[in-house]
T-cell receptor
Framework: KQEVTQIPAALSVPEGENLVLNCSFTDSAIYNLQWFRQDPGKGLTSLLLIQSSQREQTSGRLNASLDKSSGRSTLYIAASQPGDSATYLC??????????FGTGTSLTVIP | NAGVTQTPKFRVLKTGQSMTLLCAQDMNHEYMYWYRQDPGMGLRLIHYSVGEGTTAKGEVPDGYNVSRLKKQNFLLGLESAAPSQTSVYFC???????????FGPGTRLTVT
């Protein structure tokens, strides 16, 4: 069974700092990996989707990379803002239409 | 364009009661999913559907049933609720096999 891990579980940074969130998975046979943000009491908002054939995706201040062979993905957030405070989740899609999620990194950006 | 909507937003049930959660999407997506989210465990897939009239089991299907009679709707049923089913339930949809997942706002269910 695929295991998805996100470390650290919580992160606190001052505003303006660049930061990296990590996602690791145990089985490299994935179809894609998706990053989400989740605000307290809300649903998940999609940030970036990386297909297995891609190495990275960018959207605004966000950049996500994927290294299937090492079972890792990183989400880079440039020039962090207080509005970026949320929980960030990664999910991998595997064969059989199954998805596996990490437990998330709770990010706090301090003004 | 509402995206993915879920009804109800909150519900409290007594052990043994039944209920149905409704998920609706207006994006004409083929694939739909039901997840539960529990503290410290991440989201886990309960059931999914790859098209109208089809359903399949996910990682944690026991105690739940689903139906997809219309392409835009995916229903999750609890026939006899148990306290272990206290959770937040999310519905999601994708356009195709490798598409981006879009999530609904969730239903918070408490079983006493």
């Amino acid at each position: 069974k695929q295991e998805v891990t996100q470390i650290p579980a919580a992160l606190s940074v001052p505003e303006g700092e660049n930061l990296v969130l990590n996602c690791s998975f145990t089985d490299s046979a994935i179809y894609n990996l998706q990053w989400f943000r989740q605000d307290p009491g809300k649903g998940l908002t999609s940030l970036l989707l990386i297909q297995s054939s891609q190495r990275e995706q960018t959207s605004g201040r966000l950049n996500a990379s994927l290294d299937k062979s090492s079972g890792r993905s990183t989400l880079y957030i440039a020039a962090s803002q207080p509005g970026d405070s949320a929980t960030y989740l990664c999910a991998v899609r595997v064969t059989g239409n199954q998805f596996y999620f990490g437990t998330g990194t709770s990010l706090t950006v301090i003004p | 364009n509402a995206g993915v909507t879920q009804t109800p937003k909150f519900r409290v049930l007594k052990t043994g009661q039944s209920m149905t959660l409704l998920c609706a999407q207006d994006m004409n997506h083929e694939y739909m999913y039901w997840y539960r989210q529990d503290p410290g465990m991440g989201l886990r897939l309960i059931h999914y559907s790859v098209g109208e009239g089809t359903t399949a089991k996910g990682e944690v299907p026991d105690g739940y049933n689903v139906s997809r009679l219309k392409k835009q709707n995916f229903l999750l049923g609890l026939e006899s609720a148990a306290p272990s089913q206290t959770s937040v339930y999310f519905c999601a949809s994708t356009q195709g096999w490798t598409g981006e997942q879009y999530f609904g706002p969730g239903t918070r269910l408490t079983v006493t």
